[in-house]
C-alpha cells in the first residue's frame, strides 16, 4: 500500500450510509417473506391450525418495523456527528481477503477443494505475506496432505475433489 | 441422594480410556480454537460437528462425541485468556475484560502469575458451576416434564425477550437479528403442513439454511475480516510458567475467595438466563472493582481484575449448558450449536433426556468435573507451546483458518453452496458486529426456530387460535407476563430514569 497514511485513514463509508444500507437489507428480507407468506396463506385451516404463512408473516411484518426505526434513527443522526464506519486502508485491508475468499469459494466447485485451498493458500502468503516462493508452496503442501489424511482417511470424510485429483487417481 | 449416584453412574460412562482420550483432545483442540482469531467456541464446535455424525451413531457413540466437543468448548474457555494476557488481543469476546488487568500484568513481568491467575479461577467458576448443574439439573428437568406446547413457547418466548431486554445492543437491532434468525428457520419445508416456505424455486433451499453454516460465517470468516482491519500483526510478551510460579500464585489466590464466590453467582446466574459469558465477564469485573479495597488500582494489573472476569465467563459458560440440557433451550451461542448437535445425532433436548438417556445425560455431566480439571492441566503445562501458535504470521494462519471454515462448511451437508452461504454469512457477520447487530439471537433463533414455531401452532391448535392460553395457568401466565416485561424493558427502564429524573 503506497498511499500517504491520510488518504488510508480517510472514511471510505459513514457509519450513517452503512446503518441505512443494512437497514435496507432487512427492510428488503422482510418484505420478501411477508410476499411469501401472504402467498402461503396467514390465516387459520382445518385440521392444521394456522397457515405455513401465520409465523412467518408476522415475522416479516417486525423485521420490516424495525428496519425502519433503525433507519429513522441513523437519519437521526447529524452529518457532523457521522463517523467513519470503515477507512479507506482498512477497506482494501479487508478487500484483499474478501475477494480471494469469493473467488476460492467459486473455484472449489470447479476444481474441488484440495487444489483451491492450495493455491489459496499460496497466493495469500506470496502476495500479501511476501513469503519466498518455495515456502510459498511448501507450506500449503503440507497444510492439504494434513487435511487429506485428516478427513479422507481418519474421519473418513471426503472432500469435493476436481479434475487434478482424478488424474493423480485419489478421486 | 439420586444425584450422587446418577453422577458416580456417569462417571463411569465418562472414564473409558476412549472418553478420556477424547477429552484431552477435545480440550487441547478447544485451547487453539480459542487461542486463534476467528476460529471461537460457536464456529471451532460447528466445524467440528460434521465429524461426529458417523462418531454419534455407534452404541454409546452420542456420550463420546457431546464429551468431545464440549471439552473443545472448555478449551475454547481456557485459551481466550492465553491471547488476552499475552497479548492483549482478547481471542473470545468474554476473554476482553480479562485483557483490563491481564495484559499489564503480562507486561510487568508477571505473565506467569496472571495465567496462573486466570486458569486457577476459570477453573473454579466452571467446577462450582458444575457441581449447581448436577442438583439443579434433575431439578428443573422433573419440574419441565409437566409443560405442554404453550409452556414450551412461554420458554422460547422468554428466552429472546430475554436477549431484547438484557442486551447492550439497540433494542431494534437485537429484534432484526433475532427476527432474522427466525425468518432463516422458516426456509424450507415447513414442518407441520410439509408446504415449501421461501425457497422461490431453488433446490438448494429445500432443507432451509443450515445454522452450522451460519455460525461458521457469521463468527469465522466474519471475525477474520475485522481482526484484518487491525493490521497482519501481532505482538505479544514472552510466556513462561513453571510450577514455582503456579504455586506462588496458588498460595496467593485464596485471599480472593469473596471475589470469587461473587462471580461465580454472577456468572451462573448469567449463564441462564440468556446473557451469556460475555456479559457476566464484564459485569463481575465491574462488582469486583466496587467492592474491593483496591478498586482504584484496577486496570493497572490487579490480579483481582484476572480472577473475577475468568470465574465469571467460565460460569457463565459452563451453565448455560444447564437450559440447554434440560428445557432444550440453550443460554449461549456455543450451547446453541452442542444443542443443534444433539438434534442431529437423534437425541431430543429437553426433561425427557433426563428419563430417557440417563448414560448420555450424566456422562455428559461427569465429563464436565473431569473435562475442566483436564483442561487446566492442559493449560498449566502447555502454555509456552499455544503462545507460540500465535506467533505464526496471520497471512499463513488467516488462509488456513479460511480453508478450514470453508471445508467445516461444506461437510455439513456434502454441499458447495454452503461455501457461496458461508462467504455470504461472513459479510453479514463483519457488517452486523461493525453496526452493533447482536450475533447470539440470530444463532439462537435459526436453531431453535423450527421449536418455537411448532410449539407456538400446536399450542394455538389446543385452543383453537386464542391467544389467552399463554396466560392459561399460573404457570405459563407468569412466564408470558415476565417476557413481556423484559419485551418493554428499554421503555420501561427509560421511562423509570425519566420519572427518577424529575425532582419531586
Not at chain 2, 226 to 250: D, H, P, S
Not at chain 2, 404 to 423: E, Q
Request: hydrophobic share 55%; charged share 10%.
Amino acid at each position: 500500500m503506497s498511499e500517504s497514511p491520510e488518504e488510508s485513514g480517510r472514511a471510505a463509508f459513514g457509519q450513517k450510509s452503512a446503518e441505512l444500507a443494512v437497514a435496507a437489507f432487512f427492510f428488503a428480507i422482510g418484505a420478501i417473506v411477508i410476499v411469501d407468506s401472504l402467498r402461503l396463506g396467514t390465516g387459520w385451516q382445518e385440521v392444521h391450525g394456522p397457515q405455513p404463512g401465520y409465523f412467518p408473516f408476522y415475522l416479516g411484518l417486525i423485521i420490516c418495523v424495525a428496519s425502519l426505526v433503525n433507519a429513522t434513527r441513523a437519519l437521526l443522526v447529524k452529518r457532523a456527528d457521522d463517523k467513519a464506519f470503515v477507512e479507506v486502508g482498512q477497506l482494501k485491508l479487508v478487500l484483499t481477503v474478501l475477494v480471494p475468499t469469493a473467488i476460492y469459494a467459486a473455484l472449489v466447485t470447479w476444481t474441488g477443494i484440495y487444489a483451491a485451498s492450495f493455491l489459496y493458500i499460496a497466493l495469500f502468503m506470496r502476495l500479501l505475506g511476501k513469503y519466498p516462493l518455495w515456502k510459498a508452496v511448501a507450506v500449503p503442501a503440507g497444510v492439504i496432505v494434513v487435511f487429506f489424511v485428516v478427513f479422507e482417511q481418519w474421519f473418513k470424510v471426503p472432500l469435493p475433489k476436481g479434475p487434478l485429483e482424478n488424474l493423480l487417481g485419489l478421486g | 441422594m439420586d444425584e450422587i449416584q446418577s453422577l458416580w453412574h456417569g462417571f463411569g460412562v465418562a472414564l473409558s480410556p476412549t472418553n478420556i482420550a477424547l477429552m484431552f483432545t477435545g480440550v487441547i483442540l478447544g485451547v487453539i480454537i480459542g487461542v486463534l482469531p476467528g476460529l471461537g467456541g460457536a464456529n471451532g464446535v460447528a466445524i467440528l460437528l460434521p465429524l461426529t455424525f458417523g462418531m454419534a451413531q455407534t452404541p454409546g457413540g452420542a456420550t463420546s462425541a457431546i464429551i468431545l466437543l464440549s471439552c473443545i468448548y472448555w478449551g475454547a474457555l481456557f485459551g481466550g485468556a492465553i491471547t488476552s494476557i499475552l497479548f492483549n488481543i482478547p481471542g473470545e469476546p468474554w476473554s476482553v475484560a480479562t485483557t483490563f488487568d491481564g495484559y499489564p500484568m503480562a507486561q510487568q513481568g508477571q505473565a506467569g502469575r496472571a495465567l496462573t491467575a486466570a486458569f486457577t479461577s476459570s477453573f473454579v467458576g466452571a467446577f462450582l458451576a458444575v457441581v449447581m448443574i448436577t442438583f439443579l439439573s434433575p431439578v428443573v428437568a422433573g419440574f419441565a416434564l409437566a409443560f405442554g406446547p404453550p409452556e414450551y413457547f412461554a420458554v422460547y418466548l422468554l428466552t429472546f425477550c430475554a436477549f431484547i431486554g438484557t442486551s447492550k445492543e439497540p433494542p431494534f437491532k437485537t429484534l432484526a437479528a433475532m427476527m432474522l434468525g427466525f425468518a432463516l428457520a422458516a426456509v424450507g419445508t415447513d414442518t407441520v403442513t410439509g408446504t415449501l416456505r421461501l425457497t422461490f424455486g431453488s433446490t438448494h433451499l429445500l432443507t432451509g439454511f443450515d445454522f452450522l453454516v451460519a455460525v461458521i460465517g457469521l463468527f469465522g470468516i466474519g471475525e477474520i475480516l475485522l481482526t484484518l482491519e487491525e493490521g497482519l500483526e501481532f505482538r505479544g510478551t514472552k510466556a513462561k510458567l513453571n510450577m514455582r510460579v503456579v504455586l506462588e500464585t496458588w498460595r496467593e489466590l485464596p485471599r480472593y475467595w469473596l471475589t470469587s464466590v461473587r462471580s461465580t453467582l454472577v456468572g451462573c446466574f448469567m449463564g441462564i438466563v440468556p446473557g451469556g459469558a460475555t456479559p457476566a465477564s464484564f459485569m463481575s469485573y465491574g462488582v469486583a472493582r466496587r467492592f474491593s479495597p483496591d478498586g482504584a488500582k484496577f486496570g493497572t494489573g490487579k490480579i483481582e481484575g484476572v480472577v473475577a472476569p475468568e470465574t465469571a465467563a467460565h460460569a457463565a459458560g459452563t451453565s448455560a449448558l444447564l437450559p440447554m440440557l434440560t428445557l432444550g433451550v440453550p443460554g449461549s451461542p456455543t450451547a446453541a450449536v452442542l444443542l443443534g448437535g444433539l438434534m442431529i445425532w437423534g437425541l431430543q433436548p429437553g426433561p425427557l433426556l433426563f428419563v430417557e438417556q440417563k448414560d448420555f445425560v450424566w456422562g455428559l455431566i461427569a465429563s464436565m468435573y473431569l473435562g475442566n480439571i483436564a483442561g487446566l492441566i492442559v493449560v498449566l503445562t502447555c502454555v509456552p507451546l499455544f503462545a507460540a501458535i500465535l506467533r505464526v504470521p496471520f497471512s499463513i494462519i488467516a488462509p488456513i483458518i479460511i480453508v478450514i471454515c470453508a471445508i467445516g462448511s461444506f461437510t455439513v451437508k456434502n454441499a458447495m453452496f454452503d461455501i457461496w452461504m458461508m462467504v455470504v454469512f461472513g459479510i453479514l457477520g463483519y457488517l452486523f458486529k461493525k453496526l452493533q447487530y447482536p450475533l447470539a439471537p440470530l444463532v439462537l433463533a435459526i436453531v431453535l426456530g423450527d421449536n418455537a414455531e411448532s410449539a407456538f401452532r400446536q399450542a394455538m391448535l389446543m385452543s383453537q387460535g386464542d391467544l389467552s392460553i399463554l396466560f392459561a395457568n399460573t404457570l405459563v401466565g407468569t412466564m408470558t407476563t415476565l417476557a413481556l416485561v423484559l419485551l418493554f424493558w428499554p421503555m420501561i427502564s427509560a421511562l423509570l430514569a425519566k420519572l427518577r429524573g424529575k425532582p419531586g
